[in-house]
C-alpha cells in the first residue's frame, strides 16, 4: 500500500499514520520528495479495504493498494488455464464452446424442438431459464420446478448438459437437482448469498457481469464462490450498460481480453444479451470467436416474435446454422477447434 | 403502443403484425404515412413487455409502450403523496427526516454513544449495517444478529426508529424482529425474490436506486414490492455510477425531481454514499434539502479513521452537528420544518 | 511519481526503469517489499504524461503521479477564490450570480422583451447564443453577427453584460466586439486552439464541462486558457451523459463540490441543459444556490412552444420569477446574497 | 412523428398541438385510444429536432420523430457501400485496410524507420500526427508542419497514402497539401465548423467517434460533411467512456455492427485507443476483422517506452508484424482479402 500525504500535511499527520501502521503490526516506510511526504507499507496480506482507513486521515490525499484483491481467481495464484469439465465438455482447455436455447423454457414441445435444432447444429450445452428475473412483476416469470423437469428431458433425449439461472438461496437445492451448470445472472453478481451457496455446490457455476460491474469487482465476485471451496466457476460477458440507447447493451470484449490476463477461470460471452438484437449476434459470435473467448451463450428459438421473452435477441434455428458455419471458419483460423463430446463419456 | 414500420416493410409484414394483435385480442389502427405505415393499438392493459414481440418481426422498425409499464407507484394511480408513519415520525409529509448513523454496528458502546450523539442533534431514524454487502470475502461482513439486538437495544434508550439492510430473503423473519424499516441495498435492487419477500410484511421498505437503475427501473423494482400488499415503501437515491473516478457515486439529484413527478413515494437521498467523501455530505445534503427531497440518510462515526468500513464518507458527530444547523436554515427556507416526533408517541 | 513493478519483474527490469529515469535527470527510491518492487521519484516538474512511458517497459505493473497535472487552475497555487468582475457584477466573490436569457437569439422584439423580462426579475447577465453548435446540419445553426448587434443592443437598453458562445478560433475577434463573456460550449470543452485563442483575450471566460469530461480534464482545460495569460476564467457544470434517458443530462452538483475544493475558480451551475425539462430547472437551481455553487445560468424564453431551439427546457418569464423568489431564500439561508450591481459602475 | 398526450390532457391541449401543426403545414391525424390521444403526422421533410417545439406544450407526454434525423449518410439514401479510393487503396470495398504509424511523428528517422517497418509487414496506409489534441497544455503538442513534410517524405519512400489529423478550420489549407486523408479526433466530433471545412475538401476524410457519442449522433456529425459535398467519409470507431477504469475506452464493436445496417460508409476500427494497452491490440484486432470492420487503424513505435506520446499502447514493429499474421487468417476466414494496391496506380 502506498499512502501520499497532502503537500501541507504535518509531521504529526506523518507520524499519525506510521503509528496507526504499527498499532495494526504493519512495517511502514516514509520517503520524504520535495513536495510531501510518501509512506510505503512493507508485507502481504493486507486485510481488504484496509487503504479506506488512511483516506479517513488528516492530511493523507490518497492510499492505494499495490496487491491485486482478489487472490483464488487470479493468475498470480494459479497460472495455468482452468478448465471445467462439464459432463464431457470441456470448458476452457481451448476448444470453442457454444451454448444455445432458448430465454425462457415455454413448454414440452417448444423446448424439445429447440433443444434438438441447437443439437444438430453442434451446440455443445442447452441454455433454458425456468427462474426469470424479469423488470416487472408482471411478466411471465418462468415455469419453475416443471421447466427444470422439462430440461432434465431435454438432456436425456440429446445428450446436452444444461445450464439454468438460479435466483435465490432457497432455490439451490432444487435447481442443482436438475442442472449440471448453475447461471448466476448479471443483476445477481454482487447477490453475495446465493454466491456463496452456489460456492458450496461442486456444481459449475458461470458468473455473468454485472451490467455495470468493473472487471475487478467482477473477479471478486468470483472470489466468494471459489473461496467456498467451487473451484468450477466461468466467467460470462453480456454486454454492460452505457450511454448509447440503441442497443440493448455494450458486448465488452475487451473486457474479455483484460480478464483473460488477470484470471485464470474461462470465459465465455454472450452475445444475445450483449446486443438485444438477433440480427448482431452472429458479428459479434465471430468477434468473440476471434479475440479468444472460449465460448458463447446464445438465444434460439423456433419462432421468435412468440417467444415469452427476449425474443428480439433470439436466433431461429437456421439463423443459428448460419452462424455455427462462420464461426467454425474463425474459430479454426485462430488454431482452435469447436468442442467435442470426449470420447470416453 | 405504437408500431413503426420501415420504410421497405411489405403489405405482407402489416398484416402479419395486424394478424397477431388481432390474435391476441387487441384493435389495431394503421396510418399509411407518404413513407411508412404506422399501427397504433387501442386499450389498456397491454401485458408487461409485450412490444418486444412486435420488434422481433420482419418489417418492423420500432414498437414503442405508451403507457408507463409501473402502476401501483404512479402518480396516475395514486395522485397524493404517500405518507409513511414509522413509529410516529412521518416520512413523506412534508418535514424533512434525517437518518443517520454508522455504516456498520461495531460493538456496543460503539452503536450506543453513536446512536445517542446522532440523536442529541437531532436526527430521526438510526442507521446501522448488522448485514453488510462487501465486494471482497475478506471484508468484515457485519456481526449479523447482535448486531440487530444492539440496534434494538439502541432504540430503546434513545427513541430512534432503526433502518438496517436485508440481504436475503431466508433473513427476512429474523431482521424483522428488530428493525423498524427494511433498507434494500443498491445491489439489490432487482432482486426480485427478496423485494417480494419484503412486500409481504407490514414494515416499511426503502428501496436504494441500483446504481446503474434507470428511473424507470427503480419504480419497476417498488411495484414489486407495492405488488406484494407493502404500501410502506421509500425510495433512495445513494448515487449512480458514471464515468469519474474521483468521487465513488454521482448524487443524483435531479432524479429525485423527475421521479417526484412519476411517484407519490416519499424519496431520501443519500450523500454519504452518494459521494464517499465526508467532505462534500454537507453540501450534498443541503442540495437535497433545497430541492425538495423528504429527507437524507447519512454515516455519522466516532472514529472515522477506525471504522470498520467506509470511513471516508462518515461524519464525525461535531460535523454532523454542524450539518444539521445548516440544513435547518435551508428546510425553514423551502417553506418546511425539521420532522418532530408526534406528541402522542 | 510512483512505479510499482509486478511481481515477476526481473533485476534487469528495476535497473531499466532506473537507468530510465537517471537519464531523464531524476532521482529514483527503490523499496524492496516481500513481493515487488516499488520506486518512487523524487522531485517537482514532472513532465505530463511522463508516467506513460514507464507503463510501456517490461517488468511495469503501473506508473502513478502524485502531484496533479494542472497548476494554475489550483488552489495550491492560488489558494484565494478567484473573483471576476464583469461589468461590476462580482462573479466568484461570494454573491450568487444568474444569468439568463434565451438558448438562441431569435430576432429583435423576442430578444429585447426576453431581456426585459429577465432583467425585470433580478437577472445580472444576459445569455444568448449567435453561433449554435447543433446535432444536426439542417438545424437553426444561429444568427452569427446580426445576433451579436443585438445582444450588444439588449445589453444597451438593459444594462446587463452578455454572455454568447463562440465556436472557432477564427470568430474569436468578431466575438469580442460584442461580448462580455465567451462561453465555450460543452463540446468544445477540449477544442484545444479555441482554449489558446480565447486564453489571449483579456475577456472573461465560461468554461463548460464536456458531457463526459472527469473533474480533472475539466480543469485541464481551464489550465489551457490561464496559461495564455487569461485568469478570468469561470466553470460551468451542464450535466453529464450517462445511462439515464428520461433526462437529457444529468446535473452533477457533486461535481461542483469537489471541484471547489481543487481550484479557485468560479463554478456555475446550468440547470436548463443539465436537466433537459423547464420542470426541473427550479429545484435543481435551488439545489445549486444550497450547496455553493457561484450562480446559474438558465433559459428562459417568451414563448417556448415556438423556440427556435431547445424549448422543452425554456422557463416562461413568470417561472423565472417564480425561480427567483425562492432562490433568494435558499441563498439568503447560507448566509449570502443574491449578486447586486456595485454602485459606482 | 408521433406525439402522445398526457391522460388528463384536454381537449384543448390536442386542439392547439394540431393547430400549431397546421399553421407550420403538417397533416395530422388524430387517434383517440381509451386513455389518451395520440397524434401522428403524415408527411417526409420534418425539419430537424421539430418534435422539441410540442414536447414543451401543455398536455404533451412525448413526441418522437419515426423518420432518421440523417439523411445522406443513411442506407435509405443510398443502398450500396461506399468505397473510398485513396491512391489506389480501397476502402470499403470488403478488402480490409491497415493503417499504422506513431502516434506522434517525432523526427525524420524515427518516422523514415516506423513507416518502412509497417509497409514492409503490410499496411497500406500510414497514420502519424503533426498536430496533437493533449489533455494537457504543458504537454507535446506535434511537430506541426515539419511533421507534415515527414509524413509527406515517407510516403514517396513507402508509398503508403498518409493519414493524419487537422484540429481547426484554419490549419486545412496546409494539412491538405500534405495528407491523403484528413482525420477528425474523437474530441472534435462535433466541432462543427470543422467538419464543415473539410467537407469542401476533396480529399477523403476519417470522422473518429466521440467518445461518448451516440451512433446517430457520430451519423449526424457525417452529415456535416457529406451536405458540404465531400462523399468520401469513413468512419472510426475508437473507444467509448465507461465506468471501467481498466483500460483507456471500452471498444464498441458492436457500434460498427449497428451502425453498418444505418450507413453506407466504410467503418474502421481503432484498438489502440479503444484499449490504451498495447497487448489488447492484437486480439481486438482481430475481433474487429471478424465481424466485418472494414479494416483497422493502429499505432506503431519503435521503441515505445520512449515514444512522445501514447506509449502504452504502441506495437513494436515485431508485434505489429505478429498481429498482421493472425488477422489475414481471420480475414480469410471471413471471405474477405486483405488490401492490396490496385495493379494500375
Excluded at 244 to 265: G, K, Q, V
Aim: a negative charge; proline letters at 5%.
Amino acid at each position: 500500500m502506498i499512502i501520499v500525504m497532502t503537500k501541507d500535511a504535518t509531521q504529526e499527520d506523518v507520524k499519525h499514520v506510521i503509528d496507526r501502521l504499527e498499532e495494526d503490526g504493519w512495517k511502514a516506510e516514509v520517503s520524504h520528495g520535495t513536495e510531501r511526504a510518501v509512506i510505503g507499507v512493507i508485507g502481504t496480506g493486507l486485510p481488504p479495504e484496509y487503504e479506506q482507513h488512511f483516506e479517513a486521515m488528516p492530511g493523507v490525499e490518497s492510499a492505494t493498494r499495490i496487491s491485486k484483491p482478489y487472490k483464488l481467481a487470479s493468475r498470480d495464484w494459479k497460472p495455468t488455464d482452468t478448465v471445467i469439465d462439464v459432463n464431457g465438455i470441456k470448458v476452457g482447455g481451448g476448444d470453442f464452446v457454444v451454448m444455445a436455447g432458448p430465454c425462457s423454457v415455454e413448454g414440452h414441445d417448444h423446448l424439445m424442438t429447440t433443444a434438438q435444432a441447437v443439437a444438430d447444429h453442434g451446440a455443445r450445452m442447452l441454455r433454458g431459464g425456468a427462474y426469470k428475473p424479469r423488470t416487472s412483476p408482471y411478466s411471465f416469470q418462468g415455469m419453475g420446478e416443471e421447466g427444470l423437469q422439462l430440461l432434465a428431458e431435454a438432456r436425456e433425449r440429446t445428450g446436452l448438459p444444461v445450464i439454468t439461472e438460479v435466483m435465490e438461496p432457497g432455490d439451490v437445492d432444487l435447481v442443482e437437482k436438475y442442472t449440471d451448470i448453475f447461471q448466476i445472472g448479471t443483476r445477481n453478481m454482487q447477490n453475495f448469498p446465493l454466491l456463496r451457496r452456489v460456492g458450496q455446490s461442486q456444481k459449475a457455476v458461470m458468473l455473468k457481469r454485472g451490467m455495470s460491474a468493473t472487471i475487478e469487482e467482477w473477479l471478486m465476485a468470483s472470489e466468494y464462490i471459489l473461496s467456498e471451496g467451487n473451484k468450477n466457476v466461468m466467467l460470462c460477458e453480456r454486454g454492460i450498460r452505457t450511454f448509447e440507447t440503441m442497443l440493448r447493451n455494450t458486448l465488452d470484449l475487451s473486457a474479455i481480453a483484460m480478464a483473460r490476463r488477470l484470471t485464470h477461470l474461462p470465459i465465455i460471452a454472450d452475445p444475445s444479451h450483449g446486443t438485444g438484437k438477433w440480427y448482431l449476434v452472429k458479428p459479434m459470435a465471430m468477434a468473440a470467436a476471434a479475440m479468444g473467448a472460449d465460448g458463447i451463450i446464445v438465444e434460439v428459438h423456433p419462432d421468435p416474435d412468440h417467444a415469452w421473452s427476449d425474443g428480439p435477441q433470439a436466433l431461429t434455428p437456421a439463423n443459428f446454422g448460419d452462424m455455427m458455419r462462420s464461426l467454425e471458419a474463425i474459430v479454426t483460423a485462430t488454431g482452435r477447434k469447436m468442442a467435442t463430446v470426449a470420447a470416453a463419456v
